[in-house]
C-alpha cells in the first residue's frame, strides 16, 4: 500500500524568535486642569495688553495729531491776525504820495514860480493837508521819512537841473532847503531825460510846510510816474 500521508516536502521554516522585546508605547498623560487654566490665563493677558496697547496707541496719535493741528491753525490764525493787524497799521499811517499835474502847463497856469503843483485827484493824504496847490502842512508832528523824485525832459545850458525840498515853519514862515538833488541833462531835444531822486529822515512840527522847488518847471517831465513827492510818519 502507498502511505498517502508522507510526502518529501519539508514543513514551512519556523519564523526565529528575537532576544529583544518590542516597545510598548505609552500614551502621554494628558495635561491637568490647573495648567490648562494657566494657559488659557497666559492667552487671555496676552490679548487684554494687546487690545490695551492698540486702544492706548490709537488715543496717543488722536490727541498728538488733534494738538498739532490745533498749533498749526494757532499759527495760522496768529500769522493772519498779524497780517491783519500790519495791515490796520499801514491803513492808518500818516502819509502822503503825491503825483504832479500831467496837463501842459503856461506861465498863467503855473502856481508860485518854481514850486510842481500836485494832482489831488490822483494823490493819497492821511492826515497831511494840502495848501495852494504846492504844499503840504503836518498835523502830527514826530519824524517823517520825506522822499521826492522829479525827472527832466530838458536841460539847461547854463546850470545843472536842481530838485529842492524846501520847509518853512507855517505858512508865513522862511524857507529853508532841507533836501536837495542834481542831474544833468546836455541834450535839449527831449530825446534824454535825467532823474534827481532823494529821501531822508526830517523831524517835522505842527504847521510845517513842505514842497519841492525846481529852477524852471518847463523842464520838467509830466508823464504818469516820473515826477512824485512823498513822506509817512515813522
Not at 510526502?7 to 519564523?15: I, R
Not at 499801514?90 to 510842481?116: C, D, F, N
Not at 523842464?219 to 515813522?234: D, H, I, P, R, S
Amino acid at each position: 500500500m502507498i502511505n498517502t500521508y508522507q510526502t518529501s516536502l519539508a514543513p514551512p521554516p519556523v519564523p526565529p524568535r528575537h532576544s529583544r522585546s518590542h516597545p510598548v508605547l505609552i500614551p502621554a498623560p494628558l495635561p491637568s486642569q490647573g495648567h490648562s487654566k494657566s494657559l488659557l490665563r497666559f492667552l487671555v493677558g496676552a490679548v487684554l495688553l494687546h487690545i490695551f496697547l492698540s486702544v492706548g496707541g490709537f488715543i496717543y496719535l488722536y490727541h498728538n495729531g488733534k494738538m498739532g493741528l490745533q498749533g498749526r491753525l494757532s499759527s495760522a490764525e496768529g500769522t493772519a491776525a498779524q497780517l491783519s493787524s500790519e495791515k490796520q497799521e499801514t491803513s492808518s499811517k500818516i502819509l502822503a504820495r503825491m503825483v504832479v499835474e500831467q496837463r501842459p502847463h503856461t506861465p498863467a497856469q503855473l502856481p508860485t514860480p518854481g514850486y510842481l503843483p500836485w494832482d489831488m485827484k490822483h494823490s493819497v493824504l492821511r492826515d497831511i493837508n494840502y495848501y495852494r496847490r504846492s504844499w503840504l502842512t503836518i498835523l502830527q508832528p514826530g519824524d517823517y521819512y520825506v522822499y521826492s523824485r522829479v525827472t527832466f525832459s530838458k536841460g539847461d545850458s547854463q546850470r545843472p537841473l536842481a530838485s529842492i525840498v524846501k520847509l518853512r515853519e507855517n505858512e508865513t514862515g522862511e524857507e529853508k532847503t532841507v533836501m536837495q538833488a542834481f542831474c544833468n541833462l546836455n541834450d535839449k531835444s527831449g530825446s534824454i531825460r535825467c532823474t534827481a531822486s532823494q529821501g531822508d529822515v526830517i523831524t517835522l512840527k505842527k504847521g510845517n510846510q513842505l514842497s519841492v522847488w525846481v529852477q524852471d518847471l518847463s523842464l520838467v517831465n509830466y508823464e504818469e510816474g516820473a515826477t512824485t513827492f512823498g513822506m509817512y510818519k515813522l
